[in-house]
C-alpha cells in the first residue's frame, strides 16, 4: 500500500515560536495532499486542502496566515504553524491523493503531536 | 453537504464478545465512498475498508464485517470476537463526487474499550 510519513511524530514548542510540519508521499506521487486537526476525543476536522504548485484551499475558520501551506512537490507538503498559542496545540495529520488511484482514497500520515508550552 | 454519525461515544465489551460500531451518514451525492478507521492509542490512522456507495454486499474480513445498508443510510461494523487489541477509537467517514472525493467528513469516533 501507499506510505505517507509525518515529521515530526512530536514536538514541543514555546509560545509564539514557529514549527514546520512534513509531509511526505514515500511511494507514489500525491497531486493534493490534506491536513487535519483533531483535538483530544474528538474527530478529525479538514483545515486545508493543498494542491501541488497551487495555493492550498482553507476550510472555513481556518486562519490562512495562521498554519502556512506549501505543496511545492508531489511527494512533499509543509504545514508551518506561525507563532503557535497554547490553544493550537493538537493532534496534527495529513493525507495525500495518489494520481493514479481510485477515487476516494486517500492514505493518511501517522499524525504529529504538537504542544505549544 | 455531508454529515456522519456515529451515536456510541464508548463501548465497553468483554473479551471474546461480538460488538457492532453503528453509523448513519447523509448525503445529497449518489455516489459516494465510505471508510471505516481505527486509530490506537497512538495515534496513527489504520484504513480498514472503503465502500462504493453501489456496492451494497456486505463484507467480511477475518473477524471484521460490514453491513452496507442504503435504505437506511447506515454503514455498520461488527468485530467478532473481540480482543484487547482491538481497543480503539473508530471513525466512519464518508467522502462523495460533489466533492471530487476530496473532502472527506469524519464522524466523532466510538471509542471501544475491550475487557480482558
Known amino acids: 500500500g501507499a506510505v505517507v510519513s509525518q515529521h515530526p511524530s512530536r514536538v514541543i514548542c514555546k509560545s509564539g515560536t514557529s514549527v514546520k510540519i512534513e509531509c511526505r508521499s514515500l511511494d507514489f506521487q500525491a497531486t493534493t495532499m490534506f491536513w487535519y486537526r483533531q483535538f483530544p476525543k474528538k474527530s478529525l476536522m479538514l483545515m486545508a486542502t493543498?494542491?501541488?504548485?497551487?495555493?492550498?484551499?482553507?476550510e472555513q475558520g481556518v486562519e490562512k496566515d495562521k498554519f502556512l501551506i506549501n505543496h511545492a512537490s508531489l511527494t512533499l507538503s509543509t504545514l508551518t504553524v506561525t507563532s503557535a498559542h497554547p490553544e493550537d496545540s493538537s493532534f496534527y495529520i495529513c493525507?495525500?491523493?495518489?494520481?493514479?488511484?481510485?477515487?476516494?482514497?486517500?492514505?493518511f500520515g501517522p499524525g504529529t503531536r504538537l504542544t505549544v508550552l | 453537504a455531508q454529515k456522519v454519525t456515529q451515536a456510541q461515544t464508548e463501548i465497553s465489551v468483554v473479551e471474546k464478545e461480538d460488538v457492532t460500531l453503528d453509523c448513519v451518514y447523509e448525503?445529497?451525492?449518489?455516489?459516494?465512498?465510505l471508510f471505516w478507521y481505527k486509530q490506537p492509542p497512538s495515534g496513527e490512522l489504520v484504513f480498514l475498508i472503503r465502500?462504493?456507495?453501489?456496492?451494497?454486499q456486505n463484507e467480511i474480513s477475518g473477524r471484521y464485517s460490514w453491513n452496507f445498508q442504503k435504505s437506511t443510510s447506515s454503514f455498520n461494523f461488527t468485530i467478532t470476537a473481540s480482543q484487547v487489541v482491538d481497543s480503539a477509537v473508530y471513525f466512519c467517514?464518508?467522502?462523495?463526487?460533489?466533492?471530487?472525493?476530496?473532502?472527506?467528513?469524519f464522524g466523532t469516533g466510538t471509542k471501544l474499550q475491550v475487557i480482558p
Open positions: 465502500r462504493n456507495s453501489f456496492d451494497e
Open positions: 467517514a464518508l467522502s462523495g463526487l460533489s466533492g471530487g472525493y476530496q473532502k472527506v467528513t
Open positions: 493543498s494542491n501541488e504548485g497551487s495555493k492550498a484551499t482553507y
Open positions: 448525503t445529497r451525492d449518489t455516489t459516494y465512498y
Open positions: 493525507s495525500a491523493r495518489a494520481q493514479d488511484r481510485g477515487r476516494g482514497e486517500q492514505f
